[in-house]
Every structure is written in structure tokens, then in C-alpha cells.
């Protein structure tokens, strides 16, 4: 017959109280977490059964149950995280260089290397914005008449799109 060890937890302010019980035996341990606590019983349960694999039954104000779900609880909350900073946008100049005349032309505007690349005006992405992605195959682009429908356009059965308009 298989004797279970059973592992009894309460909670003491910020820390576990763990005692872990079974053949003739107790141990008990203290843990910061509930987490803690468990990974504790593991190595209690190991001193109580070197050489095998018992059943231990876990107890949180004497139900598993409470146990589990506490534990399980602990287990699946993800940890506080600083929230995100979001840098500046590009759009905002650095003081220091808006007032240096270095690199003005005679406008007062900066000079800049390479002139501006105005949007394509067929409504596809810049080249930029599909470099490093895979052409994809036929049978799985869009048809004509998706690619060319603009943000927001719902199509009606039987009448023309405001693109299809446009082309006629």
C-alpha cells in the first residue's frame, strides 16, 4: 500500500509556514513565496523519500483545492513591469541643433543629403516598408479589386468602387 506524505501550508505575514509530513516523519521550513513554499516541499518530500516518487497531497488551510488554486494563481500572474517609454518622436528637433547655423543653407532650413521621396501614389507600401520580406505567391495575394479598395470602403453587390470609378 502506497502512504501519502502530506504537505500543510499556512501563511505567516510575508512568508510560508511549510510542514510536510509522512512515514513516521515531520519536517517543517519556512519560504518567502508561495512558489517558494512548493519548490520547498519538493526537497522536504526528497528527505522524507530519497529513492521514490510518492504521492504528496498539498493543503492550504486544509484544502487542496484552496492550494491549487492559490498556487496556480501565483503561477500564472505575470510580475509588475515598469511601464514602457515611449522615445520622442522623430519630428521634434534637439535644441542644440536648431539654432546652429552649421549645416543651414541660406534659407535657414537645414541642408540635407538626400532629397525627400514622396509616397507612391498607387496606394502600395514603400519600398522600405516590404525590404527584407518574401514576395508572396500568387494563389495567395489579394485580388485587384481588394488592393485597390482605400481604408474604410465597403463594397456594395452590383455597383462600382470608387477606385473602379477612377480607372473607367
Known amino acids: 500500500m ?4 502530506t504537505a500543510t ?6 512568508d510560508w509556514t511549510i510542514t510536510v509530513s509522512g512515514r513516521g516523519k515531520e ?12 519548490d520547498r516541499v519538493d526537497q522536504l518530500v526528497e528527505k522524507l523519500a530519497s529513492n521514490e516518487h510518492p504521492t504528496v497531497v498539498h493543503l492550504l ?14 503561477r500564472l500572474t505575470l510580475p509588475e513591469q ?9 519630428g521634434k ?19 540635407t543629403d538626400a532629397p525627400e521621396v514622396p509616397a507612391p501614389a ?3 507600401p514603400p519600398p522600405e516598408a516590404t525590404a527584407g520580406k518574401p514576395a508572396l505567391h500568387p494563389s495567395k495575394q489579394l485580388a485587384k479589386e481588394v ?4 481604408p474604410g470602403e465597403v463594397p456594395v453587390p452590383g455597383t462600382a468602387t470608387a477606385s473602379q470609378v477612377a480607372r473607367a
Open 27 to 38: 519536517l517543517t521550513a519556512k519560504a518567502p513565496g508561495i512558489i517558494a513554499a512548493r
Open 93 to 111: 528637433k534637439d535644441p542644440a541643433t536648431a539654432t546652429d547655423p552649421v549645416g543651414s543653407d541660406a534659407s535657414g532650413t537645414a541642408a
Open 61 to 74: 488551510n486544509g484544502n487542496a483545492l484552496e492550494f491549487t488554486s492559490a498556487y496556480m494563481t501565483a
Open 2 to 5: 502506497v502512504e501519502t506524505i
Open 9 to 14: 501550508y499556512e501563511h505567516d505575514n510575508d
Open 122 to 124: 498607387s496606394g502600395e
Open 82 to 90: 515598469a511601464p514602457l517609454e515611449v522615445p520622442p518622436s522623430g
Open 147 to 150: 488592393q485597390d479598395r482605400t
